[in-house]
């Protein structure tokens, strides 16, 4: 099976193949993953569950859980071409890590404590990226925004909840494993 060169920008057929089945897997993964982790965090994060209550938090959680079974439909439909529907799998990719971002700012309510709990994001990028391969400088593109969501959705929940900034070493911290799994 031929690899793609690094700047390449299309995946072999056999690739593309297997990466379009890892969209179907990492839908269904993150459909059932929305539910399962939010009720988790409903009931064992506090932080979490209070920022919850916010109408905006709640059509996060709701899209995450939609999104990826429109996902598994379109595919099963057949209405766009293996290639397309992993290229709407990368925005698939961004949204869930933006909106995962969104969920873990939430719970920075006080700028200086200590949130529990591992990224979810990162958890996401790794997932997508065994599961679902693409072309080196489209994974490349996709990590990158990945990595930018978080500083964009914990912007997004400061101007939705108030809460004061952390510091900019904080900041950068959060961004650090996003970054080294970038």
């Given at each position: 099976?031929?690899?793609?060169?690094?700047?390449?920008?299309?995946?072999?057929?056999?690739?593309l193949?297997?990466?379009?089945?890892?969209?179907?897997?990492?839908?269904?993964?993150?459909?059932?993953?929305?539910?399962?982790?939010?009720?988790?965090?409903?009931v064992f994060?506090?932080?979490?569950?209070?920022?919850?209550?916010?109408?905006?938090m709640?059509?996060?959680?709701?899209?995450?859980?939609?999104?990826?079974?429109?996902?598994?439909?379109?595919?099963?439909?057949g209405?766009?071409?293996?290639?397309?529907?992993?290229?709407l799998?990368?925005?698939f990719?961004?949204?869930?890590?933006?909106?995962?971002?969104?969920?873990?700012?939430?719970?920075?309510?006080?700028?200086?404590?200590?949130?529990?709990?591992?990224?979810?994001?990162?958890?996401?990028?790794?997932?997508?990226?065994?599961?679902?391969?693409?072309?080196p400088?489209?994974?490349?593109?996709?990590?990158?925004?990945?990595?930018?969501?978080?500083?964009?959705?914990?912007?997004?929940?400061?101007?939705?909840?108030?809460?004061?900034?952390m510091?900019?070493?904080r900041?950068?911290?959060?961004?650090?494993?996003?970054?080294?799994?970038?």
């Amino acid at each position: 099976m031929p690899t793609p060169n690094a700047f390449a920008y299309q995946l072999p057929p056999q690739i593309l193949e297997r990466a379009a089945d890892g969209l179907s897997w990492i839908s269904l993964i993150c459909a059932v993953s929305s539910v399962v982790l939010t009720a988790i965090r409903l009931v064992f994060q506090p932080e979490f569950a209070a920022s919850w209550n916010h109408p905006a938090m709640r059509a996060a959680s709701l899209a995450v859980l939609l999104l990826p079974i429109g996902f598994i439909l379109l595919q099963r439909a057949g209405w766009v071409s293996k290639r397309r529907l992993l290229d709407l799998g990368m925005v698939f990719q961004v949204l869930v890590a933006f909106v995962s971002g969104l969920f873990e700012g939430s719970a920075y309510r006080n700028p200086d404590a200590l949130v529990p709990g591992i990224s979810g994001t990162a958890v996401w990028m790794m997932l997508c990226g065994r599961l679902m391969p693409n072309a080196p400088l489209k994974s490349a593109i996709v990590a990158i925004l990945c990595v930018l969501t978080w500083p964009l959705a914990y912007w997004v929940d400061l101007q939705i909840f108030g809460y004061p900034s952390m510091p900019l070493n904080r900041r950068l911290k959060a961004l650090y494993a996003l970054m080294v799994l970038g």
